[in-house]
Each structure stands twice: as structure tokens, then as C-alpha cells.
């Protein structure tokens, strides 16, 4: 299908006064956040291509990952980050030993891609993206995210060739990143302590950029503050990591004084058991009941999307089973995909979703049958644009 010439023009100034307008509306403060800006500019840039121009990006695009990595993995791009100065090829090359037309050619791509700025001949700056791209929680991303979705992508075919069912086929591995890495996502992680470590890091990472996080979404003080002092009370983050969404409540509520209670599995919690933290840190594996009945709140954030349908439900019981009717609330956050026109990242997180752990982000109604199944009933979804949404629950009267 051609599109003429002048239909083509017209859609590309139509998409320029809307870009005009939302770079207004975000300048004057009336959108949350730059969002619109990006989905618009995306349109644009997709709509000014050619077909082939289109498909071109397309398929070189796995190699911004390959630059990408052979910059942070040669701490190129933590070099000139933490230089701050104008730097060359050269004294990038005596700082990470590496030849310097290895960092001429790295960062030929990663300055066309924006992640450093070219400045003159061979002589590179870092620009706002340069530090949040080579910390250590962000390259934990891209080694447990983006290198697992290159692996799984050499024997993809293969994968769906053998499985085209998936696991529904005796023997089938769970998913095609069991598939591509001989274990599971988490057992491989259990095996793999750098990798492990690369995940947590990652984990808190990933909430830094949130510009409003769960307990700004769900405003837990005056929330609850019908049901009696919240100050005094007890919150459990059931799969909460190293507890970075216990620390950050803290911080925004210093006036909490109760008890906050983090969750996780044995090789996420025991290196920090030692530390002196805001939380009690306890192993527990969440398809076992849960061992702290009747707290205040119970927060299950970013877990769901890793599971099926019959793990969720396993996991959702544990907890309706030790939530006090009436009393206990569970604090849900997730994803919520549009049954329509879902954003880029929602449907990216999906399929990573899908290709790591064979599971997936939900739908609102799907997430109300998952709820529905376990005996708890939605009382509010907190919507959070295309950012996870807080979903309040409460545990049906036995
Ligand atoms: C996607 S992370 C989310 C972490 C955190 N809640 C957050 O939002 O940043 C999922 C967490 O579930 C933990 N997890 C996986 N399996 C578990 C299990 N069986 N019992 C308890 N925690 C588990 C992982 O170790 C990981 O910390």
C-alpha cells in the first residue's frame, strides 16, 4: 500500500501541531509528565520513514544492545560519565584500555543514538542520559533483560518450530527462556550470584525514575486513616526485593513508626540480613502461606506479571487467607494493559513477560478475575498513566 505523496505531507504537519501543543501543555504544566510528547514524536519519526527506510531501522536496531554493551562491559561509557569533562578517544582509550578505535566506532552509534554527545573529532561529553545509562542498576537491566531477549531471539524459530503451543506440549520447557538457558528464570538467578546481584540492582533502579511511586500513588496515611492510627500498624512487602519500596515509604512518611516487614527469597534477603535497615527482612516463599496475619498492608508490587494464571492465584490465597476482613488491605501494582492502542512499553514489558517467564501484564478486567478467584474484591484502582497502576484490594468476609 503507497500512500500519495500529499496525504503523507499532510499527516506529518497534523502531527507537528500536536507535538507543538503537547510540548506546550507539558512546558505550562498541565501534562503529568512528557509522554504524549514521546508517543507524537515516535508517530512522526515512523510516518517520515519509507517503507524501507523503516524496515532498515528495524533491522540494525539489535546492534544499538551489542554497542551498548561492549561500551559498559569496557567501562567506556562509565569513563567519560565520571570524567565530566571533555574527553577524547584517546584518553578514553588509557582510561578503559581499550583500542581507541573500539571507542571510536562504539561511540560513532551510541552518540547517534543519544546516549553521549559527540562534540568534535573524536572528542565526546557525557549528557544527562550518560550516568543513568552506565550505573550499576541500569547495566544490571540490560544483563538480565536485554541479553537473555538477544539469546532468546538466536533460536526463537527453533523455539516456536518445536513448541508451537508452548507448555501446553509434554516436556515443553516453561518458557523459551528455559528453553534457550536450560532452567528457569529464577533458578538460573539462584545459580548465578552476579546475575542475582545484577537483578536486585536492577530492581531498584528501575523505581528511581518513577515520577511518582507507590506510596505517592496511593497516599497510605490519610487512605487508611479511617480504620484507627496508621502510624503504629504493619506493612509487609511481600516480594519486595531488598526493600527499596519500604526505604522510600519511610523517607516520604517519617511519622510511620510501626512496623514495616519485607518479603523475599532467601538468596534476595540474606545479604542483607546483617545490615541495620529501616525493615524486619524475612525469607519467605510466597507460594507458602503467609506467616504474618492480619497486618494493616500487605504490598505485592511488579509480582503478578511474572506469573501464570494458576501461580497468581496460588499467591493471591496466601494473602486473602491472612488478611483481616474489613481491616487488612492488599496493595497490588501492575501494569494495566489497554484492551486497545497499548503503548510501546506496555507491550514491550508483555512480551518480556512472556519470552522470560511465560507469564504476562494483565488487562484490568483480567486482573479483577484473578482477584475475583482468590476471594478478595477490587476496592479502587489508582490509575498511573502508562506507569504501574496501584490496585486496592480487600480480603471477602469468610
Ligand atoms: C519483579 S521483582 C519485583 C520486586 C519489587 N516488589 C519491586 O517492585 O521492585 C519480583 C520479586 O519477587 C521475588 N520472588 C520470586 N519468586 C518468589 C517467591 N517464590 N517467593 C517470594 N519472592 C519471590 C523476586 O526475588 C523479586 O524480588
Not at 532498515?56 to 561492549?70: N, W
Not at 542498576?137 to 539469546?151: D, H, K, L, T, W
Not at 545479604?271 to 525493615?279: A, S
Amino acid at each position: 500500500m503507497t500512500i500519495p505523496q500529499d496525504t503523507r505531507k499532510d499527516e506529518l504537519r497534523n502531527l507537528a501541531a500536536k507535538i507543538q501543543d503537547a510540548v506546550e501543555n507539558y512546558a505550562q504544566g498541565k501534562a503529568k509528565n512528557s509522554s504524549d510528547i514521546i508517543k507524537l514524536c515516535q508517530d512522526l519519526q515512523y510516518r517520515s520513514e519509507s517503507p524501507e527506510v523503516f524496515a532498515e531501522r528495524l533491522r540494525y536496531q539489535p546492534l544499538d544492545i551489542c554497542a551498548l554493551m561492549i561500551a559498559v562491559e569496557g567501562g567506556i561509557l562509565q569513563a567519560l560519565s565520571s570524567r565530566g569533562d571533555d574527553t577524547t578517544a584517546d584518553q578514553l582509550a588509557e582510561l578503559t584500555n581499550r583500542p581507541r578505535l573500539h571507542i571510536v566506532r562504539v561511540l560513532r552509534l551510541l552518540t547517534a543514538i543519544g546516549v553521549c554527545d559527540e562534540i568534535g573529532f573524536q572528542l565526546y561529553r557525557a549528557n544527562d542520559k550518560t550516568p543513568v545509562v552506565a550505573s550499576k542498576g541500569q547495566i544490571g537491566g540490560f544483563r538480565v533483560c536485554s541479553i537473555p531477549a538477544c539469546a532468546i531471539t538466536t533460536n526463537i524459530a527453533e523455539y516456536f518450530s518445536k513448541y508451537p503451543n508452548e507448555t501446553t506440549a509434554e516436556g515443553a520447557p516453561r518458557s523459551a527462556y528455559s528453553y534457550t538457558y536450560g532452567k528457569d528464570m529464577y533458578d538460573y538467578l539462584r545459580e548465578n550470584k552476579d546475575r542475582k546481584a545484577d537483578f536486585d540492582a536492577y530492581m531498584e533502579a528501575r523505581k528511581k525514575d518513577k515520577q511518582r511511586r507507590w506510596h505517592h500513588v496511593y497516599p497510605v496515611m490519610s487512605e487508611l486513616a479511617s480504620n484507627g492510627d496508621v502510624s503504629a500498624t504493619t506493612i509487609v512487602d511481600v516480594g519486595g526485593s531488598r526493600g527499596h519500596d519500604l526505604e522510600s515509604f519511610l523517607e516520604s512518611n517519617p511519622e510511620f513508626n510501626g512496623s514495616l516487614i519485607l518479603q523475599d527469597l532467601p538468596e534476595t534477603v540474606e545479604p542483607i540480613m546483617g545490615e541495620k535497615r529501616v525493615f524486619k527482612a524475612m525469607a519467605h516463599d510466597f507460594f507458602r502461606p503467609q506467616p504474618i496475619k492480619g497486618a494493616r498492608l500487605y504490598l505485592l508490587l511488579a509480582v503478578l506479571h511474572n506469573w501464570e494464571d494458576a501461580e497468581c492465584g496460588i499467591i493471591l490465597r496466601n494473602l486473602a487467607e491472612a488478611m483481616k476482613p474489613g481491616y487488612s488491605r492488599l496493595l497490588v501494582s501492575g501494569m494495566l494493559v489497554p484492551e486497545v492502542d497499548a503503548g510501546r512499553l506496555t507491550a514491550e514489558l508483555d512480551m518480556q513477560m512472556w519470552l522470560l517467564q511465560h507469564s504476562r501484564q494483565r488487562t484490568k478486567r483480567e486482573i479483577e478475575e484473578l482477584m475475583g478467584a482468590a476471594g478478595l474484591e477490587i476496592m479502587k484502582i489508582w490509575e498511573n498513566g502508562d506507569r504501574e497502576s496501584i490496585i486496592e484490594v480487600q480480603a471477602r468476609e469468610k
